[in-house]
């Protein structure tokens, strides 16, 4: 696996090459869509979208569910640009690598990022289909996106306090209650995987304060953090976690439950960015 050093010529070339692909669209919203959630993107209206393959510095994803483009239009009266796919770090990629789409999103001018994903429900109340928007996050990848030599535009030590910003968060519960969903809170563990935590490691992350985790999200926001980026997240929970429920986990029944409960991710993603609140 390729292993590129993200400087800031590789970023300015990405977001110079996603501009020009744009043709005049000024998007000012970024969304990252998880795993088996790029129906999102069928919902964009007047759509140009823009292959990995054809972006430097992006790899293309390995992952059953991550599509591998940037999907660029207009949802609801406004132009979003969305990240069909992640190539994460447990694919090989170093911390840095995985995070440049948010440089790029940063780059081009987008001062606010949404990021979804597939988790699994820590929380014994969880079931499959449950939605969480964040309220924080446990880093336990051992990982960080800001290491080694700060990037212009960066804040060398970003604040943490408030990483998902309290009022995108009531806006996504306000957008829900008025959609008849019921959105959870809580917070989202990231580790590195690729593999299913096992029961006692769920154990650990019950009693560290985790309700869902997963193997995403949390460079993206520290990345985006750092570059003064309001952030909102929202879990899926496709299936509980390991040892709170007789079963065996499997990426198939993950993508079976995002392509439905999905629908519902959708819907609130959409009213967060029109901003209404029926």
Known sequence: MTHLV?????IAHAADTVQAALDGRNPTVAIVLG???GRLADRVTDAVRVSYADLPGFHVPTVEGHKGELVCGTLGGTTVLMQSGRFHMYEGHSASDAVLPIRVFATLGIKSLIVTNAAGGIRRTFQAGTLMVISDHLN???RNPLEGPSLPGETRFPDMTVAYDAELRQRAKDVAAAQGITLEEGVYAGLLGPTYETPAEVRMLERLGADAV???TVAEVIAA??????CLGISLVTNPAAGTFAGVLDHADVM???????????GVVEGVVVGRRS
Not at 225 to 230: D, H, I, L, S
Not at 256 to 266: D, I
């Open 6 to 10: 993200t400087t800031p010529d590789v």
């Open 35 to 37: 795993s088996g959630l």
């Open 225 to 230: 953090r750092a570059r003064g980026m309001r």
């Open 140 to 142: 336990l990848t051992g």
């Open 256 to 266: 079976a439950v995002a392509a439905e409960a999905g629908k519902k991710l959708a």
């Open 214 to 216: 997963g193997m995403s």
